[in-house]
């Protein structure tokens, strides 16, 4: 009797233990899946958090390959070590797999047979090697490589031909884009002299001259242009690279269409500098000629995601408009008739794939908080949905019978999964199995409409050990953007929402107006409006969650990043409901905004102008937290990564330095070397830091 009552005590603390924070670290997450060419295999990655040997105490992605067997359900790396891979796919006798290599400094190509052996070096290209693919012909493959302009301009392998830009380099008094000192560099010198010595600066980096537009990199600002070319290089030992393209030509996307001709998106313009140019159009290029044919050019609109159908006479793309909020449209282009055929689905898709008789489209459109795989016929324009509407599919295959793809869901962030003959089984147990001791939250989905009459979906988790009748503190977790979409199918907030679960914590979450996955009027209706009603929205999904009867109203904590940041900083401005909050990586100020993030484009896009212009500027003071700072009583915690230029740092020391001299309760952690991506790929000890001083800042209020 002893031993059962141990063993029965055992089992149920056994089943007690909730999700910890170091728990990030077991997080396995699987890679799109490809299907061998006889469908009986699959190729798919693994990306998982390593100790880092260099580094005592810290940790690094590795990203390496495997293949499952689908009739033994089993799998086998193919690849391990401290070096990741990424663009793996089959040969066409699926004998052999390329994939790249990061071997600490630049990307190489490989070649695995399958028969054996170790992978062999396919490319040894001094820039480096990226987005590698099969040529159509054997025992070939495309990859593309970048150099900067000016390394460009003296290069005689990248620029034999001596080729200069069409368009202008906008350096103020320098008219020619030909322009390249040639003098010796002194400088005591001559005008020219002088020009070579300040050029050799920049080089050294003792100086960062900036004439373009975007000079704002995620992490750092720079006033160098990279351009990318495409060569093409036989997999046989000693083979050279052949440079496709004049990199000059600024290719953003193609597809091989047939052994001499490719198809390629080119900017719509080539003599406005790049940085002023969003549209772009459809071209044919000729391999042999070297030359370009239109295919489809649009005023103000812009083409990517390029998708030939399997027998080369359709191609599937995205059409987007150059400006303003709006999803991008799939067309098809029939090569035979000249017609273009709009699929009626206004969601973003993340994945697109024909069939083998090219009558259907595979399609992963997010959609309501999930990412289904959807069938899309040709001939009827009618959709078939094949996967569950609570998960998402991060990337997926056919083989002409089975689906297999990789699926994020309420009780796993990530497995492999195949859909056959209706059913769903998995391939993997990356997560399954350290995650079956735990116990986790569940997310119940609920509805409602707003004062627009559009109807929002939010979810409610309970804490871990929720007993009926208790009460416990409310988390409002907001999300970025403001497009980006929340829901049971999206991933990358898995850990946290289970880490305050466990910590005894209740969530609330929910895409306002202004969220992707519920068409372009829904996600243009907070043009104008990023606060006062994305807020009502917000707010109204913390109401309902509080009316379950078991959230303490005395402990709600609301956090966000990035747009979301902006918005607890704007309901903190607005309401003293929150007992307190945490804002990260937000946008505080507009106007400053638009000078110093990447992603100021959305100042335009949403506001309708720049802050120079007078109805503009009063837009974006009206629409700026940091103009509601003095109403701000609830205690805030402000994140930012050191590095972060996709919202800028300064951001958050305006409303640190407002807040801290208003006396209000405030912190500002500042994260060395870290970008606008912390929480999500960031350093690992960072990411577990930002979520532990979240919560102990929370625990100091609602504790």
């Known amino acids: 009797m002893r031993i059962l009552f141990f063993l029965l005590v055992s089992c149920s603390v056994f089943a007690q233990q909730t999700i910890q924070v170091t728990d990030l670290l077991k997080i396995k997450i699987v890679g799109k899946p490809a299907f ?4 009986k295999s699959v190729l798919y990655t693994v990306t998982s958090i390593e100790d880092d040997a260099e580094k005592k105490g810290d940790f690094v992605y590795q990203t390496h390959l495997y293949v499952a067997d689908l009739a033994t359900k089993t799998s086998r790396p193919l690849t391990a070590g401290k070096f990741s891979i990424s663009s793996p796919s089959w040969s066409s006798d699926g004998r052999s797999i390329l994939f790249s290599r990061d071997m600490g400094s630049k990307s190489q190509a490989y070649v695995l047979s399958l028969a054996g052996g170790e992978p062999i070096a396919a490319t040894n290209f001094s820039s480096g090697v990226q987005n590698l693919v099969w040529s159509k012909a054997d025992g070939a493959v495309f990859f593309q490589s970048s150099i900067s302009l000016k390394d460009f301009y003296t290069d005689t392998t990248w620029n034999k031909a001596k080729s200069r830009p069409s368009w202008t380099l906008e350096k103020p008094g320098i008219a020619t884009a030909n322009y390249v000192p040639q003098a010796k560099a002194n400088p005591n010198g001559s005008l020219e002299e002088i020009r070579a010595y300040l050029a050799q600066n920049e080089k050294d980096k003792k100086a960062k001259v900036i004439n373009r537009l975007q000079f704002q990199e995620e992490t750092t600002t720079s006033g160098e242009m990279m351009l990318s070319a495409l060569f093409m290089q036989p997999t046989t030992p000693g083979a ?17 269409l047939n052994a001499n001709e490719l198809l390629v998106v080119l900017p719509a313009d080539s003599l406005t500098h790049p940085d002023k140019v969003q549209e772009s159009q459809i071209v044919s290029y000729d391999l042999r000629t070297k030359t370009y044919k239109s295919i489809l050019i649009k005023p103000g609109y812009r083409y990517s995601n390029l998708t030939l159908s399997s027998k080369g006479d359709q191609l599937a793309f995205f059409e987007a408009k150059s400006s303003g909020v709006s999803n991008p ?6 090569f035979n008739t000249g017609l273009i055929q709009t699929v009626n689905l206004d969601r973003v898709i993340t994945q697109v794939k024909w069939s083998a008789d090219d009558a259907k489209l595979f399609l992963t459109p997010q959609d309501h908080g999930a990412v289904p795989i959807v069938a899309y016929t040709i001939s009827t324009q009618q959709f078939e949905t094949f996967t569950s509407m609570e998960d998402g599919v991060l ?3 056919f083989n002409g019978v089975d689906f297999v793809y990789a699926k994020t869901g309420i009780s796993n962030p990530s497995e492999l999964y195949v859909h056959s003959g209706g059913k769903e089984s998995s391939l993997t147990e990356l997560n399954s199995g350290w995650l079956a001791s735990k116990s986790l939250s569940k997310a119940e989905k609920h509805t409602f409409t707003n004062s627009k009459g559009q109807v929002v979906d939010y979810w409610v988790m309970k804490p871990i050990g929720y007993v009926a009748g208790k009460k416990y503190p409310l988390v409002t977790e907001i999300h970025g953007g403001p497009t980006a979409m929340w829901g049971t199918g999206e991933a990358s907030m898995w850990h946290e929402f289970q880490y305050y679960a466990a910590q005894g914590m209740g969530i609330v979450y929910c895409n306002p107006r202004g969220s992707g996955g519920y068409g372009t009027p829904f996600m243009a209706s907070n043009v104008k409006d990023w606060g006062a009603g994305p807020m009502a929205d917000v707010m109204k999904a913390t109401d309902l969650a509080i009316k379950e009867g078991w959230a303490d109203t005395t402990r709600l904590a609301v956090t966000g990043g990035s747009y979301a940041g902006y918005l607890v900083t704007w309901i903190v401005g607005h309401t003293n409901r929150f007992k307190v909050a945490a804002s990260q990586r937000g946008v505080y100020e507009l106007s400053t905004f638009y000078g110093e993030g990447n992603a100021w484009r959305l100042v335009p896009n949403y506001f309708g102008g720049y802050p120079w212009e007078k109805a503009t500027r009063a837009i974006l003071d009206r629409e700026s937290p940091l103009t509601y700072v003095s109403n701000i009583k609830t205690p805030l915690i402000i994140f930012h990564g050191e590095n972060d230029l996709r919202t800028g740092v300064i951001q958050s020391e305006m ?17 060395p070397g870290a970008s606008h991506e912390i929480t999500r790929a960031g350093n690992n000890r960072q990411r577990i830091d930002q979520m532990l001083r979240t919560w102990e800042f929370f625990a100091r209020y609602i504790n």
Do not use: A, C, M
């Open 36 to 39: 061998s060419p006889d469908g």
């Open 240 to 256: 050279k690279p052949v440079q496709v393209n004049n990199p000059l030509h600024r290719w953003s996307d193609w597809e091989q």
């Open 329 to 334: 449209v799939l067309k098809l282009l029939n």
């Open 395 to 397: 990337g997926f295959d």
């Open 655 to 671: 409303l640190y330095k407002s807040l801290k001299q208003l006396g209000r309760d405030v912190e500002y952690v500042r994260h």
